[in-house]
């Protein structure tokens, strides 16, 4: 099994910066993909950014591309979501996520095995 825990988010102008971090703990991590969904009020949840931990393939939906950028730390078992031009339509509940032995397009299509507690992204003047 795999342990999440998410952080990082706050509080943030319109055009400003958070970044998020997902560290992970339990079994190795090589075989998983780990990404980030977010669900806004009202709506369904969407994935957002995905990386797989071997190879460090990405993936991002189209509204984020430009702006955020998926890394990973492999030693510190941690991957971080670095967002920038931070608009009010990003405010959301971000969430991380793992699956195993899954593609980055698959999970953030199809949602991971294991869930890491929500962290609030609030984007607003």
């Known amino acids: 099994q795999v342990q999440l825990v998410a952080s990082g988010g706050g509080l943030v102008q319109p055009g400003g910066s958070l970044r998020l971090s997902c560290a992970a703990s339990g079994e190795t991590l090589d075989a998983y993909a780990i990404g980030w969904f977010r669900q806004a009020p009202g709506k369904e949840r969407e994935g957002v950014s995905c990386?797989?931990?071997?190879?460090?393939?990405?993936y991002y939906t189209d509204s984020v591309k430009g702006r955020f950028t998926i890394s990973k730390d492999f030693a510190k078992n941690t991957v971080y979501l670095q967002m920038n031009s931070l608009k009010p339509e990003d405010t959301a509940v971000y969430y991380c996520?793992?699956?195993?032995?899954?593609?980055?397009?698959?999970?953030?299509?199809?949602?991971?095995?294991?869930w890491g507690q929500g962290t609030q992204v609030t984007v607003s003047s």
């Open positions: 996520t793992a699956g195993r032995d899954t593609t980055v397009q698959a999970l953030c299509i199809r949602e991971g095995d294991y």
């Open positions: 990386i797989s931990m071997s190879d460090g393939a990405t």
